[in-house]
T-cell receptor, first 116, second 114 residues
């Protein structure tokens, strides 16, 4: 079974500081894509960043970057220069490629609060 | 790009009633997904369409649930004989083909069973 574990239910960070959200996953497959999604309060879920499992180089998108450790099945998200608008639920997810399934498997999420 | 649209935003109904939700995907997206999200949990996959064909269904999708996507455009999710446990946020997403293509989510329909 595919699972995603986000061990930090809630986190807070001071505005302009850096915060890292952790994610571990479990799968016996070797080819997959990993995603971080953001769900602001009462708003729709949006993609933050994605990573191809076959790429060793960590993905970056402006203030967002990941630390992907395939052997450890770890996929953490680092948010630099945190802004008030980063306050949201953050979900880690992955999708297996080549298995005939297009379902995303999500973790339970981490609630991030950015404090002014 | 007008985004994924879901209707209604909220639905309150009595146990035992039938409900139907609608999802309008991003127009050029051929793939459409339904997820269910309960309080404190991440979204859980329900079903997936490629164009008009329903290609995958989760074990979560009991016989009381049915989804359609006629003509490969909008989709409907119907729940018959609703139960208390059906209370959740129902999310629709759409994407282009390819595993690396992100799924774009709608605002969801929040279902409350009285």
């Amino acid at each position: 079974a595919q699972t995603v574990t986000q061990s930090q239910p809630e986190m807070s960070v001071q505005e302009a500081e850096t915060v890292t959200l952790s994610c571990t996953y479990d799968t016996s497959e070797s080819n997959y894509y990993l995603f971080w999604y953001k769900q602001p309060p009462s708003r729709q879920m949006i993609l933050v960043i994605r990573q191809e499992a076959y790429k060793q180089q960590n993905a970056t998108e402006n203030r967002f970057s990941v630390n992907f450790q395939k052997a450890a099945k770890s996929f953490s998200l680092k948010i630099s220069d945190s802004q008030l608008g980063d306050t949201a639920m953050y979900f880690c997810a992955f999708i297996i490629t080549g298995a005939g399934s297009y379902q995303l498997t999500f973790g339970k999420g981490t609630k991030l609060s950015v404090i002014p | 790009d007008t985004g994924v649209s879901q209707d209604p935003r909220h639905k309150i109904t009595k146990r035992g009633q039938n409900v139907t939700f609608r999802c309008d995907p991003i127009s050029e997206h051929n793939r459409l997904y339904w997820y269910r999200q309960t309080l404190g949990q991440g979204p859980e996959f329900l079903t997936y369409f490629q164009n008009e064909a329903q290609l995958e269904k989760s074990r979560l999708l009991s016989d009381r649930f049915s989804a359609e996507r006629p003509k490969g455009s909008f989709s409907t999710l119907e729940i018959q004989r609703t139960e208390q446990g059906d209370s959740a946020m129902y999310l629709c997403a759409s994407s282009l083909g390819g595993f690396n293509q992100p799924q774009h989510f709608g605002d969801g329909t929040r279902l409350s069973i009285l």
